[in-house]
């Protein structure tokens, strides 16, 4: 992960306002180790004491940042991740039931992955990716996306505007907890699958009956 010092940010922040915000938000939410969710906290926790900057900037910034790189990452997964994962398959072991696997957990549960991935340290950068690779209906994941995308920035930006310093510094406790809770979450759901592999084989082969094929070209916003 990049470190970039609170010092930093402030000076992001004061000199470039909300496109500071928005700007390492979205780059975070595309997969890159940005501390997003601090560049939120510093900036309500500015927003309180200086007037050049308002609250509601500061967290319509932050979820428009959040929505645009989620959007950015599902588009990079959707169109060249999952050319990579069917052409690259073979050569990694990963047989086409288990890429229809993952298209139908997606397709069963994407919504809650991209949802609560926003408030998860280690499923933020990476959720909206992985919905693209395993081909989740775009309505549905703008749905699931926007909805978390706005909770996430009022109640971390609106928290942090009015509790300050005791709120960044729980915040940091937080991200540890939460990336401790994330990685118990995936262990869990590993075990989960194990333990039921053959039914959910099955009911993957019935939602996507027909052999997995590369798009023949990229397209903006594909439909399913």
């Not at 790189?69 to 991740?81: I, T, V």
């Amino acid at each position: 992960m990049f470190l970039i010092s609170s010092q930093d940010l402030q000076h992001l922040i004061s000199s470039y306002g909300y496109w500071a915000v928005g700007v390492i938000v979205s780059l975070e939410s595309m997969g890159i180790p940005v501390p997003g969710e601090a560049v939120l906290a510093l900036a309500a926790i500015y927003a309180g004491t200086h007037h050049d900057v308002n609250i509601l900037g500061v967290i319509a910034s932050a979820a428009t940042g959040a929505i645009l790189g989620d959007n950015a990452g599902y588009w990079l997964g959707r169109e060249f991740g999952y050319r990579l994962l069917l052409r690259w398959a073979p050569y990694v072991g990963l047989s086409e039931s288990t890429i229809k696997l993952g298209q139908y957990l997606f397709l069963r549960h994407g919504g809650k992955v991209v949802f609560l991935g926003r408030f998860i340290a280690v499923l933020r950068t990476g959720a909206a990716f992985l919905a693209g690779v395993n081909r989740m209906r775009w309505q549905q994941f703008l749905v699931a996306n926007t909805s978390g995308a706005i909770l996430w920035a009022s109640s971390f930006g609106l928290g942090a505007y009015m509790f300050e310093r005791a709120l960044l510094e729980l915040s940091r406790r937080l991200a540890t907890a939460s990336l401790i809770f994330g990685v118990i979450l995936i262990v869990a759901a590993v075990l989960f699958m194990r333990a039921h592999e053959t039914e959910l084989r099955a009911k993957s082969e019935r939602a996507f009956p027909r052999p997995l094929r590369l798009p023949h070209r990229i397209r903006g916003w594909p439909r399913k």
